[in-house]
């Protein structure tokens, strides 16, 4: 019998979306729990940050907010609007539920301007038009993001794309 069904969706364009882990190298995950009432959902491949409570996590509030991890996507729940998809029409671990999160290893993000190799890696805490808490830059933004240290994008992106980001928070 032939095969009838159409998978072009599967080898269009990169394969990688956001939170995907990007290799099969060693990776350190962590667990924490969505304890984020403000925003409720906390989407797939966006940095994370402590709030009140040891494993309580949220979206970034601001440049003092404590950078724990990246999202990492997962399939453990149905997707419902307002429940795991945000208004954006991203899924993201839901309110209250327990949230796993990259320390170490080379994951898909989205980023908000054009990157290399050769960039710095920053996190958005305060986003513009157009951006969201958590996606990732190659600087400051004036003050609008916050630099990682030990992380380095793996491949060149233009804004918008998701690329794979190397991290180790470790």
């Not at 095969?3 to 364009?13: A, H, K, P, Q, V």
């Not at 304890?35 to 906390?42: E, P, V």
């Not at 992380?151 to 918008?160: H, L, Q």
Request: net charge neutral.
């Amino acid at each position: 019998m032939p095969i009838t069904n159409n998978y072009s969706d599967l080898l269009d364009g990169p394969c990688l979306y956001e939170g995907q882990l990007a290799t099969t190298e060693l990776a350190i995950v962590r667990t924490g729990i969505n304890a984020d009432s403000t925003n409720g959902i906390l989407t797939f491949g966006r940095a994370i940050v402590q709030t009140t409570g040891d494993k309580n996590v949220i979206l970034p509030v601001d440049a003092n907010s404590i950078l724990m991890g990246i999202a990492i996507a997962a399939d453990t729940f149905e997707k419902r609007s307002g429940f795991s998809i945000n208004g954006d029409g991203d899924l993201g671990y839901p309110l209250n539920w327990p949230v796993s999160y990259l320390v170490r290893g080379v994951i898909g993000v989205k980023i908000q301007q054009n990157v290399t190799t050769a960039s710095a890696v920053y996190w958005i805490h305060t986003p513009q038009t157009g951006q969201r808490k958590g996606q990732f830059r190659a600087d400051a933004d004036t003050n609008r993001a916050v630099l990682i240290p030990n992380a380095r994008f793996t491949k060149s992106g233009v804004a918008g794309s998701v690329v794979p980001l190397s991290i180790n928070l470790a």
